[in-house]
């Protein structure tokens, strides 16, 4: 069953903010948030990850609802190089202290020039 | 640099022939995985390895085989009972038991003929 929900795809203007929503109603209390993209036939690209707290690095900024049934990943200035399938994903534990990424097909996002 | 290193990039085969492809990490990771990865679609589990000489299988493990000897190898075989093995193959690499975050190749794309 799929854990996270996102949409197929979007489009942003260059340099606008890119906001990319993520469903995931079925969050554990000790499951993160990680959010991965992938440029066309390159492998994935890890950009950030978050349990409760909203988190910032110099790629992205993702901030996740107080209830954790939803979060945004947000490109504050995107530029074309951002086009990419985005994953948003949540790291399920596979016992014995191990967890596992699960990959559902993402959001296809578009920089416009 | 630290990363993990996929070969080859592109390979073809016959139909009823078995593969290997390779995949080679020299981050210290403890665990490893195989993806694959169908046009248009997200990424499905074939096999990981948490450790040395052993393996579990993912998903999707049915005519794939996987060997661990060594830690910085995970060498995935595509075998003649694969029925349809033509894909975008990724191999990742992590630290166990705290698994955040994943690192991936390049990828390998097979195509079968």
């Known amino acids: 069953d799929a854990k996270t929900t996102q949409p197929t795809s979007m489009d942003c203007a260059e340099g606008r903010a890119a906001n990319l929503p993520c469903n995931h109603s079925?969050?554990?209390?000790?499951?993160?948030v990680y959010w991965y993209r992938q440029i066309h036939s390159q492998g994935p690209q890890y950009i950030i990850h978050?349990?409760?707290n909203n988190e910032t690095n110099e790629m992205a900024s993702l901030i996740i609802t107080e209830d954790r049934k939803s979060s945004t990943l947000i490109l504050p200035h995107a530029t074309l190089r951002d086009t990419a399938v985005y994953y948003c994903?949540?790291?399920?534990?596979?016992?014995?202290?191990?967890?596992?990424?699960?990959f559902g097909k993402g959001t296809k996002l578009s920089v416009i020039p | 640099d630290g990363g993990i290193t996929q070969s080859p990039k592109y390979l073809f085969r016959k139909e009823g022939q078995n593969v290997t492809l390779s995949c080679e990490q020299n981050l210290n990771h403890d665990a490893m995985y195989w993806y694959r990865q169908d046009p248009g679609q997200g990424l499905r589990l074939i096999y990981y390895?948490?450790?040395?000489?052993?393996?579990q299988k993912g998903d999707i493990a049915e005519g794939y085989s996987v060997s661990r000897e060594k830690k910085e190898s995970f060498p995935l075989t595509v075998t003649s009972a694969q029925k349809n093995p033509t894909a975008f193959y990724l191999c990742?690499?992590?630290?166990?038991?705290?698994?955040?975050?994943?690192?991936f190749g390049s990828g390998t794309r097979l195509t079968v003929v």
């Open positions: 390895s948490q450790i040395v000489n052993d393996f």
């Open positions: 978050g349990l409760k």
């Open positions: 990742a690499s992590s630290i166990f038991p705290r698994n955040y975050g994943y690192t």
């Open positions: 994903i949540v790291l399920a534990y596979s016992g014995a202290g191990s967890y596992q990424l699960t």
């Open positions: 079925t969050i554990s209390g000790n499951e993160y």
